[in-house]
């Protein structure tokens, strides 16, 4: 007996692929190969990932069939699975990201943007014993900028308790220095 699914097109968006089981033999393929053997993400997201939002919705059920009827799939060696990027394929929800907000600390500091951007960097990551705040406020008056994370610009990270090992590792292997709070206080007073 074959079973079949209509899945929508990733690429194509009014259209549509056959997947098709073949419970006598335990084949699965797919139309837009032809019905070739050869593995799509047509295949993989409902039949091995169990994903819906592509499935048309009458075919839900005969989806949960051949899955319950189906042995495991492998996907091939080198499989990247590239589906799983596309929200609005897999029916999830999507939302644009918003525009970044431009910052105004240059103003409240009296200085111009290009003469902010121009102070070298410092982040801080974990905790002290004063806030954040007035670490910031402290870095400024010294003629430095803060951001809060590690890029080609950063000249320094601070290092608190607690401190997370994301920003370290991004700290270390782009050669930035890294220092203590005590460390830090030495460097801009001295």
Request: glycine fraction near 8%; charge should be positive; proline fraction near 5%.
């Amino acid at each position: 007996m074959i079973l079949k699914i209509c899945v929508r097109s990733k690429s194509n968006p009014g259209h549509h692929h056959f997947v098709s089981y073949d419970t006598d033999c335990g084949q699965v393929r797919c139309s837009c190969s032809d019905f070739d053997d050869i593995y799509c993400a047509h295949i993989d997201a409902p039949l091995r990932a169990g994903e819906r939002g592509m499935v048309f919705e009458q075919d839900h059920e005969t989806a949960d069939r051949i899955m319950a009827m189906m042995p495991p799939i492998e996907p091939p060696v080198g499989w990247k699975a590239s589906w799983q990027r596309n929200k609005a394929w897999r029916g999830l929800p999507t939302r644009k990201r918003a525009a970044p907000t431009k910052s105004t600390r240059h103003a409240a500091l009296g200085i111009s943007e290009e003469d902010m951007l121009r102070r070298p960097c410092v982040v801080f990551t974990g905790t002290f014993s004063v806030s954040r705040n007035e670490l910031v406020a402290q870095a400024e008056q010294h003629g430095w900028r803060a951001a809060g994370m590690i890029n080609f610009q950063t000249r320094a990270l601070v290092v608190g308790e607690k401190a997370g090992g994301r920003k370290l590792r991004a700290a270390e292997a782009a050669g930035v220095e890294i220092l203590s709070l005590a460390s830090w206080s030495e460097r801009i007073s001295g």
